[in-house]
């Protein structure tokens, strides 16, 4: 149990104390039971069944209290206060019950195969649906152990297939909630003065906040797994290659609701179906030549496609859409953003004229009639920003000769689209926080005499809304960087036995040494666009020791 005391006598004339505390509570109750066997002698088998329980709790309380004789810590409990005294408190937890069993099965190393079962039971969700079952699957094959290649030391086969379920919403997701509201806002305050008395604590109703859901239930992935590990040449090459397929159902959301609902239309709900589907793969090389230089060098690359298979009809506002299509008819990942498509800035009147865009500018920016009805309406909305990268890719470089080691590690994505909201303050003076400290690039926006500029010209009154979604905000984001370099030397054997010691390994590290970025990129790190603050490059030295 934990406490925390405020007292706010500094920035308020109203001396007050606030007593919070907290308490805590988790167990988990696991009992297995394993056999292992073994037929024919070849064929290995394990059997294991087992249950898990587990309880969660949490109680919050609060009490706040006004009006104290001494303004002293030691003084200030809330019972020694003469004014307004509130309490507040809420107790929130869950419970999960899971049944499972696996068996496993080995001929020879030559073939390995595992089926487990879960039966998964949690009270975060409805009552019709609160328990789910989980399946999964393997096939190992070993084909090297028939081939008898000399320069094949491992070749294998991987399979697999399996159902996994995810409670992760709130514990109160499948209720509907109620709160007597004391606030001093009027419109949300449940509290009334029924009987005209002035005086004293006012009688209180209750208002929704959350709409029950009896049917909520476990959102699930079905993922199915084809790879091959090889290893050549007297493991010097090395490798594994994996295909996958994922498809997520009922996924567990918040849809937005219509404002005809009124308080309390928020709720948890079963949403979209997702599929995923991508590849994986990594190679390396590893040796050490005659004069003593070892090293192992190994690169990796993957790539993924997404796209929505499903929506809800109730839900299908609720996501990014143009007038035409949905995520699902559109076919594009899970996160696209539609918005209108820039054209360039406006040059002239003539061309403002000419626009049909409601409070055009010149200098301002230009939106592209896509359905070629002379007007710029919510129909020329189109998708313009993909969350899913070409592919990513990661390169490992470890060198060592005698006592000196060298390792390296470069990371880098291809083909992603990033959504700059930082233009908002770097290039534009009224979409948002006006007055304040804004971007050197506005230095650059377009005038009468720097027509050439793709910066809009300067405003104090955003009246043609260029904050809304758009393909100015949407930049090239592809980058590469050094993630770390390490340079290190062990102290010789002979030389530490001089002082009693074991080991002795001295060096230098740095992390996010340099970052190759898109030339059309204007936020200093790709990996953190918008608001978050940069990775930071850092130098460290070290050393480790052993008695």
């Known amino acids: 149990m934990n406490y925390t005391y405020h007292s706010d006598v500094v920035n308020n004339d109203t001396p007050s104390t606030t007593l919070s505390g907290a308490n805590d509570m988790k167990w988990t109750w696991s009992n297995t039971a394993n056999y292992n066997f073994t037929l024919w002698k070849d064929h290995s088998f394990g059997v294991l069944l087992g249950m898990e329980l587990h309880h969660q709790n949490r109680d919050d309380f609060s009490s706040y209290a006004e009006q104290f004789a001494l303004e002293n810590y030691k003084y200030m409990w809330p019972d020694a206060a003469t004014g307004t005294e509130r309490a507040t408190g809420i107790a929130s937890g869950y419970n999960l019950v899971s049944f499972f069993g696996k068996a496993d099965y080995n001929w020879k190393d030559l073939i390995l195969a595992s089926f487990t079962i879960r039966r998964d039971g949690s009270s975060r969700f409805g009552s019709n649906n609160r328990y789910g079952t989980f399946p999964a699957a393997t096939l190992g094959y070993r084909i090297s152990q028939h081939l008898n290649k000399k320069w094949i030391d491992d070749l294998k086969l991987r399979l697999s297939w399996g159902e996994t379920g995810n409670q992760a919403i709130s514990n109160h997701a499948r209720y509907g909630l109620y709160v007597a509201d004391y606030g001093s806002d009027r419109v949300t305050s449940t509290a009334y003065d029924l009987y005209l008395q002035g005086s004293g604590i006012f009688p209180s109703g209750f208002r929704a906040t959350q709409t029950e859901n009896p049917n909520l239930k476990w959102e699930t992935t079905i993922q199915y797994n084809a790879g091959i590990d090889f290893a050549l040449f007297g493991n010097e090459l090395y490798g594994t290659a994996d295909l996958y397929l994922k498809k997520v159902k009922d996924m567990l959301i918040q849809p937005a609701y219509l404002a005809s609902l009124g308080e309390g239309g928020a709720s948890w709900s079963n949403g979209p179906s ?274």
């Open 274 to 547: 997702l599929q995923n589907w991508g590849m994986e793969f990594t190679l390396g090389y590893r040796h050490t030549t005659a004069y003593g230089l070892g090293y192992n060098i190994s690169g990796n690359l993957d790539f993924f496609r997404n796209r929505v298979t499903y929506l809800p009809e109730t839900t299908t506002g609720s996501y990014a859409h143009t007038t035409t299509e949905n995520l699902v008819e559109a076919r594009v990942p899970y996160g696209s953003i539609v918005g209108y498509v820039v054209d360039g800035l406006y040059q002239n009147k003539d061309e403002v004229s000419a626009s049909g865009q409601e409070n055009a500018r010149v200098g301002g920016l230009k939106y592209a009639d896509l359905n070629g009805d002379g007007r710029i309406t919510a129909d020329d909305q189109t998708w313009i920003y993909n969350p899913v990268p070409d592919f990513s890719w990661g390169l490992n470089v470890a060198l060592n000769y005698k006592n000196f080691d060298l390792t390296m590690f470069f990371q880098g994505v291809c083909g992603v689209d990033i959504y700059n909201n930082q233009k908002f303050q770097t290039d534009f003076y009224s979409i948002t926080d006006a007055g304040s400290n804004k971007g050197n690039r506005m230095l650059q926006a377009w005038t009468q005499d720097n027509t050439s500029s793709a910066i809009p010209a300067l405003t104090t009154n955003n009246t043609g809304d260029e904050g809304r979604a758009s393909s100015y905000f949407v930049e090239h984001g592809s980058w590469l960087k050094m993630r770390s370099l390490q340079v290190g030397y062990n102290v010789p054997t002979e030389w530490l036995k001089k002082v009693n010691m074991t080991s002795a390994r001295f060096y230098v590290a740095g992390q996010n040494l340099f970052t190759l970025k898109s030339d059309g990129f204007t936020v200093s790190d790709p990996e953190n666009p918008n608001w978050a603050y940069p990775h930071a490059t850092s130098v460290s030295f070290g050393m480790q020791l052993g008695f």
